[in-house]
């Protein structure tokens, strides 16, 4: 079984279309978070959720909205997409360990969602 | 500053070579360090979490100097299947995890 998913895998699409990638994990994780990986391979967080509700947005446009209607789920919207959108795109899941903000728990990747605008 | 500097790499090694990878990190606060490998077009993996004595799994040992601020992977006796880009990873609180670039580790025949 697959801990975390997402969908698509791959997405071409034109620029100033609007586009939704899924992320689903079974792994019972309280917190999940989106990451984006630019051409020069640097992973970097854009957001991160703990049971539903956000607790770290990067410095990101709003052109992207994240939303968790459970905590098992965390979808990413973007809108009017633009050429410096594309990468790849992961999603990742773990458990907090409630008291302390320095966890030491590790994160669980999807395996991507390769994004390419035309 | 950047929050967390690898070595450059890459790194072309032959089989059972040992190699060493470096990381430092800026936020003295930090609590939390580990190593990722990602695989070409992959998704990162935990490859081993670093503790503060060092640890050690397999062929892999991890070493952290918080006085330093420095953190250190060793793989000993490499496989070609050793071949990956390793990430140092660091706790930058609220479940953050800052990454470096990593590094490129080729491992030859």
């Known amino acids: 079984d697959t801990a975390v998913s997402q969908t698509p895998k791959y997405l071409v699409t034109q620029m100033g279309n609007d586009k939704s990638i899924k992320c689903e994990q079974n792994l019972g994780h309280d917190t999940m978070y989106w990451y984006k990986q630019d051409s020069k391979k640097f992973l970097k967080i854009m957001f991160s959720?703990?049971?539903?509700?956000?607790?770290i947005n990067e410095t990101v446009p709003n052109r992207f909205s994240p939303k968790s209607p459970d905590k098992a789920h965390l979808n990413l919207h973007i809108n009017s997409l633009e050429l410096g959108d594309s990468a790849v795109y992961f999603c990742?899941?773990?458990?907090?360990?409630?008291?302390?903000?320095?966890?030491?728990?590790?994160?669980?990747f999807g395996d991507g969602t390769r994004l390419s605008i035309l | 500053r950047k929050e967390v500097e690898q070595d450059p790499g890459p790194f072309n090694v032959p089989e059972g070579a040992t190699v060493a990878f470096n990381c430092t990190y800026s936020n003295s606060a930090s609590q939390s360090f580990f190593w990722y490998r990602q695989d070409c077009r992959k998704e990162p993996k935990l490859l081993m979490s670093v503790y503060s004595s060092g640890n050690e799994d397999g062929r892999f040992t991890a070493q952290l100097n918080r006085a330093s601020q420095y953190i250190s992977l060793l793989i000993r006796d490499s496989k070609l299947s050793d071949s990956a880009t390793y990430l140092c990873v660091v706790n930058s609180g609220y479940s953050t995890l800052t990454f470096g670039k990593g590094t490129m580790l080729l491992v030859s025949p």
């Open positions: 990742a899941s773990s458990q907090s360990t409630g008291i302390s903000t320095y966890s030491n728990q590790p994160q669980h």
């Open positions: 959720y703990n049971n539903k509700e956000l607790i």
